[in-house]
């Protein structure tokens, strides 16, 4: 086989010998068995989400009563972009390798990952300050919550580790293992873009019309 | 500042405010703990063995180390639990016409952490550690792909089994089974930490376990070595295949399950509550959704052991090594599609009742397979009936007894009327322990040459397992007719006197398993004395097959001097008989190995102080725990230099003597090799016949 048909696609690590190629494809790869158990877990969520979203309203309001598309609508074009930057940042990484452009594209990945944050706890905000909906109210409810948030949790999670790895790039430079631990970021933050869309359609499409 | 913890929530207050047999039993098992710990402590300071046990095992990211630290806590944790078995059956017998020793409390407790222990902290870590020690050795690799990743995993599983045990003297355990369901679970119904103790403790051992199935599974498919394709990869790396799958799919259900359970409990959210939407039969469905395909997690490594068991005393390549995988495969993918045979009664419709059932007995077909396979590899064998074969056959028998009492099961029909019986309880110790438990037996008797460089003492093996088969007959099969009878499980009294002489029985079973515990125990300590006449030194004591035998025992830091590369299955085996086994190398080369790490054990201990904060309520221990194993993560993350060289002098000079070793020594036959002339170097049997066989073999499978 030839050097580049042992490339994996997604990374480059420069001019190096290919056992190192080898040991950074063992990497993603294994990450990418990481985002199926955590997939796991989301459709798991879902599942529980779809049950109760129905069958667990009780005496509380319904998904209908209480979902407004229109902020949800600029979540997902926040969150999309953030995926569109994130992607910047890599192909920089992988073609110019001009530092102050990675950080840049970094830095607005992380500013638009927050933003979406803040949205979605204004969302919550608004739920139980207009609505009454808090998760203690219904069983439906108590999915919700845990659903959106447990997505939350996962963006709050990947802008910490954005933060760390900026600082690792500040501080160790653009070195093999910083990269790929940027790689995987990326990856772990286009899926949770993909679980979003799941949430968009599933949770908030589906929910208002129904 | 302490949360609910009082001075009250201590095991002895119970004693001493409220004295009864029951708050003796309890004391008298916390003091145990104490004692212990307090006796290891001192025994750890007087032989000056702290440092040691830090900087050779608790920081070592060595997968060999790693995995025999597994076994000891698996081990470990299965004392407290078959005691606890035996203390349950003895009330059993005592409750006859009277209300027992035990209160109804205490029981509950004692069932949940013998079934919680059991699964979580024995089986789990069994099989975690034995795949841990044999799979890199089994494909030729110098380590897992996540070294550092593997410790973290182990300590989480501590962290979990730690909390167990400081249950016993703080505060008390779940009443709720090991599969907790709700509501019984739920705040109401449990308000004490009891419930807590149990999710925490889970959870942390179901992390663990995920991480380990990724690590596994990226190991097998990645950091095999030249030549080994995926149908040359011995059984027991199969299996190991097929568990790590079913651990990463199947764990999250669990860990979101107990998590929102905590919700419930912690928040006031309504998942599995009586009222408000709630909906407990969700919790059903998710626990099952784990624990289903849990308990091929279990058995699958065990069926592993046994195919290589079978195939090394029987002197042959294994009979149907495709058929095998294939089995495998599909044990595997079915036990995602039967978990709702745990729950027939709990009212959905016959058809659905009747597809699961349906699901459910078509298991039986390629774990029949399996079956007919090792009785087939016996068959023209030259058969040594060492202690793992003894354990071998008695599990061919016992199995498909245990799994015919399943298909029955598997009816809902019938289901409906055994359900929650002691026949369902009679079952599942029926296939676990002759599968699993004993599988584990065999394969420490098996393997433990590998690990230590000596044999276990065969005789004591033997006497063992002439207590722990026909005890656990006695133990079990009682079980089923008392489970006819009526008696259900989980219950603390009885009111039927015909369940006496059963009950009696059983007892005497139990008995006869804690005395086949004690000679194990025996075996190892008898062993450990006598090891230099058991010791086998140059690796090969069984004439093994695969390639963990082609080096030194115990196995060195590296694994291999050089990476093999390999040509057929059964790769030694075939080098052996082509005689180009313990070929010196070419050439050697620098080796890196993973540098000793703290994080694995800092993160376990901070991730137990946090689980003890939430059990408690103690909130600002909780926190800072939390922040602290997140801590240790980032701090480390950026340390680079993780790995040291080993010069290829050294890796020279080691192998070069292993080699000169086994070039001079003699060599054993099959029918010396339980003698103290067996130093690990085995003499083929009847060399130029099974080299035949072998090849015969191999144009079978490529014909067909």
Redesign the interface.
């Known amino acids: 086989m030839k050097l580049y048909q042992r490339l994996h696609p997604g990374v480059n690590l420069g001019p190096t010998d290919p056992e190192s190629h080898?040991e950074a494809?063992?990497?993603i790869?294994?990450f990418w068995?990481?985002l199926?158990?955590?997939l796991?877990?989301f459709s798991?969520?879902f599942a529980?989400y779809a049950?109760?979203s129905i069958?667990?309203?009780?005496?509380?309001p319904s998904p209908k009563d209480i979902f407004d598309l229109s902020p949800v609508f600029l979540e997902t074009m926040v969150l999309l972009a953030s995926s569109f930057t994130f992607g910047l940042a890599i192909l920089e990484l992988k073609y110019r390798k001009n530092q102050r452009r990675l950080a840049l594209w970094l830095t607005l990945t992380g500013l638009l990952g927050a933003l979406f944050v803040g949205l979605e706890l204004n969302d919550y905000r608004i739920l139980l300050a207009e609505h009454g909906a808090a998760?203690?109210?219904?069983?439906?409810l108590?999915?919700y919550?845990?659903l959106t948030g447990t997505h939350a949790l996962h963006v709050s999670v990947a802008i910490i580790w954005l933060i760390?790895l900026a600082v690792?790039l500040a501080?160790?430079g653009p070195?093999g293992?910083v990269k790929l631990?940027l790689m995987r970021l990326a990856l772990f933050w286009h899926m949770l873009d993909i679980i979003w869309i799941g949430i968009f359609t599933f949770v908030y499409l589906y929910g208002v019309v129904l | 500042m302490f949360g609910r913890l009082t001075w009250d929530s201590l095991v002895f207050s119970g004693a001493i405010e409220n004295p009864s047999a029951s708050e003796f039993v309890a004391s008298g098992a916390g003091s145990v703990v104490v004692l212990g710990g307090i006796a290891l402590f001192i025994l750890l300071a007087v032989m000056k063995w702290w440092r040691p046990l830090w900087t050779d095992w608790l920081t070592s990211v060595d997968h060999k180390k790693v995995g025999i630290m597994y076994i000891v806590l698996a081990i470990v944790m299965f004392l407290r639990a078959v005691i606890e078995a035996a203390v349950m059956r003895s009330q059993q017998l005592a409750a006859y016409d009277g209300a027992g020793y035990l209160s109804a409390d205490h029981f509950g407790q004692l069932f949940t952490t013998h079934g919680t222990i059991m699964i979580f902290f024995v089986a789990m870590p069994f099989i975690t550690g034995l795949m841990n020690y044999v799979m890199p050795l089994q494909i030729g690799a110098r380590d897992v792909s996540f070294p550092r990743l593997n410790a973290i995993s182990l300590m989480l599983t501590v962290a979990g089994a730690i909390l167990v045990m400081i249950s016993l003297v703080v505060g008390k355990f779940s009443t709720g089974g090991w599969t907790a369901y709700p509501p019984y679970t739920g705040i109401e119904f449990s308000p004490g930490e009891g419930v807590d103790y149990w999710i925490w403790a889970v959870t942390l051992g179901s992390i663990g376990s995920t991480l380990t199935g990724i690590n596994f599974a990226v190991t097998i498919y990645k950091k095999r070595c030249p030549g080994m394709n995926l149908f040359r990869m011995p059984m027991f790396t199969w299996t190991t295949l097929c568990t790590s799958i079913l651990m990463i799919f199947a764990m999250a259900p669990l860990t979101a399950a107990s998590l929102m359970l905590a919700l419930d409990r912690y928040a006031d959210f309504h998942f599995f509550t009586n009222g408000d939407g709630g909906n407990m039969m969700n919790f059903a469905n998710l626990f099952w959704l784990f624990g289903h395909p849990e308990v091929y997690i279990l058995v699958l490594p065990a069926f592993g052991v046994w195919s290589e068991v079978v195939s090394t005393f029987s002197g042959k390549r294994i009979y149907g090594y495709t058929s095998l995988v294939c089995a495998t495969m599909c044990i595997a993918v079915f036990s995602f599609c039967v978990w709702l045979h745990h729950f027939f009664t709990m009212g959905q419709s016959a058809g659905v009742n009747a597809a699961f059932g349906i699901a459910t007995m078509l298991i039986g077909i390629p774990t029949g397979v399996k079956i007919y396979d090792w009785m087939l590899t016996m068959y023209r064998g030259r058969i040594r009936f060492t202690v793992p074969m003894l354990f071998h056959i008695n599990f061919l028998f016992m199995f498909v007894l245990g799994g015919s009492t399943g298909i029955l099961l598997a009816n809902p029909t019938i289901d409906f009327q055994v359900h929650n019986s002691l026949f369902l309880v009679a079952h599942f110790h029926n296939v676990i322990i002759p599968g699993v438990l004993f599988g584990m037996f065999a394969a420490v008797q098996f393997w433990f040459p590998k690990a230590f460089g000596f044999r276990l003492h065969e005789g004591l093996g033997r006497k063992a397992f002439w207590f722990l088969a026909p005890g656990f007959v006695l133990a079990f099969f009682p079980l089923y007719w008392i489970g006819m009878m009526g008696a259900t499980r989980r219950t603390a009294t009885w009111a039927d006197p015909a369940y006496h002489i059963w009950f009696a029985i059983a007892m005497l079973g139990a008995a006869m398993i804690l005395a086949g515990t004690a000679l194990l125990i025996a075996q190892v300590v008898v062993s450990v004395k006598r090891r230099k006449e058991l010791a086998v030194p140059l690796g090969d004591p069984w004439d093994g097959r695969s390639l963990e035998w082609s080096i030194p025992a115990p196995a060195p830091s590296w694994n291999f001097a050089v990476v093999p590369t390999v040509f057929s299955q059964d790769a030694f085996d075939a080098a052996k008989c082509n005689g180009t086994a313990y070929q010196a190398p070419a050439k050697y080369e620098d080796i890196h190995v993973p540098r000793n790490s703290a994080i694995a054990p800092l993160i376990g201990l901070f991730a137990c102080a946090s689980a003890f904060g939430l059990i408690w309520h103690i909130w600002w221990l909780a926190i800072i725990g939390f922040v602290m194993v997140w801590a240790v993560v980032i701090v480390s993350s950026f340390n680079l230099d993780t790995e040291e060289t080993i010069p290829a002098d050294v890796v020279r000079a080691q192998n070069e003597a292993f080699l000169e070793a086994v070039r001079n020594a003699p060599g054993v036959t099959r029918d010396d090799e339980t003698s103290s002339a067996n130093q690990g170097k085995a003499v083929p049997e009847r060399h130029e016949n099974r080299f035949a066989q072998n090849m015969k073999g191999n144009m079978t499978e490529a014909t067909t």
């Open positions: 080898e494809e063992e990497k790869f294994g068995i990481f199926m158990s955590d796991v877990l798991v969520l529980t049950a109760m069958q667990g309203v009780a005496q509380g998760p203690q109210t219904s069983g439906f108590s999915a919550y845990l760390v690792q501080t160790l070195v293992p631990r």
